[in-house]
């Protein structure tokens, strides 16, 4: 009897949302608003909301406010490489303005399979999360996202191809690889290499096409022998990117200079280096696509095309979030962000070769 009492007191005593309101001094109304992360509430009420609910130890019923809503207040995330610290980036800050704004956010790793991508749509749906960001890893699913766009639930892109644009209005948060790809060329050319291989993952994603695009544009507006352009597309791995570095750097004509994303396939290419005997910069310069630790840490420390990966994260979850809350006509739909040159050590004017 006891114990049933103390189980009892327990449920009495729980903390409702009318104990933060009374803590607060407001509203039951503006503590919903202000936990839901609704509009027209004042910086002041979130932040007295927050303390009292932080000073009582309150918990939101969640399968109450999912049946009272008809929302789950959980997004999710779907990347093709968890492992990519470019990913990894994106991801976290969109998690933490996510969670800022009250909802959970669920991760899914495609490992690039485009059967496991399926697979993860289908999971998702079926959870009926209130949104979703996502990088779709191929166009063999449009059908998969079509679908997932007509269950009615906002989708947004992180810097992929928008499936079914023509039909579907995608909000998406784009990179311009393009001109950043055009920059890193053009600085190399301006430094006197006329042969540069680019080592990238592959055309079939926008982020790589687009790469491709900006790298031969730099050569024929600098109206030199194409050539010269080595495009070599990469798997994500470092001894895949390590193996064709050593071809290209063997060759009686090798490149002088490599442009290489700044992950495994970067580590690949400086051991391919390593290996041979070369010396960075003086025997080949090198720029990396995205400004990551292992090109900011490595001696001589790497020139990087860099964007802010946080700022990626945060656009998406914006988009997002003015979809959920309905306010999608009062922003913008696509976001494309800058690249920038960070000129450090690594890149030199060749020498005879």
């Known amino acids: 009897m006891s114990n049933m009492r103390a189980r009892m007191a327990g449920i009495v005593s729980r903390t409702t949302i009318r104990d933060v309101a009374r803590t607060a001094g407001v509203s039951v109304g503006s503590v919903s608003r202000a936990l839901n992360g609704g509009k027209n509430v004042s910086a002041r009420v979130a932040r007295d909301v927050a303390a009292a609910a932080e000073k009582l130890g309150y918990q939101p019923d969640l399968q109450a406010r999912s049946l009272r809503t008809r929302t789950t207040g959980m997004v999710g995330c779907l990347v093709s490489d968890l492992a990519n610290p470019l990913y990894a980036s994106i991801v976290q800050a969109a998690e933490a303005r996510l969670?800022?704004?009250?909802?959970?956010?669920?991760?899914?790793?495609?490992?690039?399979?485009?059967?496991?991508?399926?697979?993860?749509v289908a999971a998702f749906r079926s959870r009926r999360l209130d949104g979703m960001l996502v990088a779709p890893g191929s166009d063999e699913n449009d059908r998969a996202w079509r679908e997932l766009a007509a269950g009615g639930a906002p989708v947004v892109i992180l810097d992929r191809d928008v499936p079914g644009e023509d039909d579907v209005p995608w909000p998406a948060v784009l990179v311009d690889h393009r001109e950043g790809a055009r920059t890193a060329t053009r600085y190399l050319i301006g430094l006197g290499h006329r042969r540069i291989a680019l080592l990238t993952p592959g055309a079939r994603m926008r982020p790589g096409r687009e790469r491709i695009a900006g790298f031969k544009a730099a050569f024929a507006e600098a109206d030199i022998d194409p050539a010269g352009a080595l495009v070599c597309l990469q798997e994500s791995s470092m001894d895949f990117a390590q193996g064709d570095a050593l071809e290209l750097l063997r060759r009686d004509r090798r490149p002088t200079a490599i442009i290489a994303l700044g992950t495994r396939i970067l580590a690949g290419a400086l051991r391919a280096a390593r290996d041979l005997g070369l010396s960075v910069p003086r025997d080949l310069s090198v720029i990396a696509i995205g400004d990551t630790d292992l090109a900011a840490v490595h001696s001589p420390a790497i020139t990087a095309l860099r964007w802010s990966l946080e700022d990626v994260g945060r656009a998406a979850a914006e988009l997002l979030l003015q979809r959920l809350r309905g306010t999608s006509g009062e922003g913008q739909s696509r976001a494309l962000l800058p690249v920038d040159l960070v000129l450090r050590e690594s890149c030199v004017p060749p020498t005879a070769t």
């Not at 704004?101 to 697979?119: C, F, K, Q, S, Y």
């Open 99 to 120: 969670r800022e704004a009250g909802l959970l956010m669920i991760v899914g790793n495609t490992a690039n399979d485009p059967a496991r991508e399926r697979a993860m």
